[in-house]
C-alpha cells in the first residue's frame, strides 16, 4: 500500500516544468518560511515565554531526533529503491522518518497548544510539505507519516515538561 501511495503522488511529478518548481519550492524551501513564521507568532503573541520556549526547542529536538533515527532505521529513498523513480531533485541520506514533515508537525503541534487556529493551519503546512516531498520523488508516505507522529509526539512531550 506504501508504494501504491507513493506511485500515485509520484505520478504526479515530470508532466510540467512549473508544477515541478512549485513542489521543489515546497519541498526544499517553505519549510523555512514555516519556521520564522512560526518564530514570529510565537514571538509577538505569546502569552509567555514559555510559549516561544516551546516551538524552539520542539523543532530543535525533533530535528536531532530524526537525524539519530534515519541513521538507525537505515530506510532507502525510493530513487533508491525503484531503478524508474527520477527525484526532481536530489536528497541524501536516509529516508525515515522525514525531518522536514518532522520539524513542520512539532511546531505545528507546539503552536497549536498555543493558538487552535494557527496551530491548525500549520498542520496544513506540514502535509502540504510531505505530500510535496512524496511528489518530488525523495520519500514514501511512510517517511511522511513518521515525520508527521515523531514531531506530533515530541511537541507534547515538550508541552508535559
Not at 77 to 105: C, N
Not at 114 to 125: A, H
Amino acid at each position: 500500500m506504501n508504494n501504491q501511495i507513493f506511485y500515485f503522488f509520484y505520478n504526479l511529478a515530470h508532466k510540467s516544468v512549473f508544477f515541478d518548481n512549485i513542489v521543489t519550492f515546497v519541498a526544499v524551501y517553505f519549510i523555512y518560511i514555516v519556521i520564522i513564521s512560526a518564530l514570529l507568532f510565537s514571538f509577538f503573541y505569546r502569552k509567555s515565554w514559555r510559549d516561544l520556549f516551546l516551538v524552539c526547542f520542539s523543532g530543535g529536538i525533533v530535528w536531532i531526533l530524526a537525524k539519530i533515527l534515519k541513521i538507525l532505521i537505515h530506510t532507502p529513498r525510493p530513487f533508491d529503491a525503484f531503478s524508474g523513480v527520477q527525484p526532481i531533485f536530489i536528497e541524501t541520506g536516509y529516508a525515515f522518518p522525514s525531518g522536514h514533515t518532522a520539524v513542520a508537525a512539532a511546531i505545528a503541534f507546539a503552536l497549536f497548544f498555543i493558538n487552535k487556529k494557527v496551530g491548525y493551519l500549520f498542520m496544513f503546512f506540514a502535509l502540504v510539505i510531505g505530500l510535496a516531498r512524496i511528489i518530488a520523488g525523495v520519500h514514501f508516505p511512510i517517511d511522511i507519516l513518521g515525520g508527521f507522529a515523531l514531531g506530533a509526539l515530541v511537541a507534547y512531550c515538550v508541552k508535559k515538561l
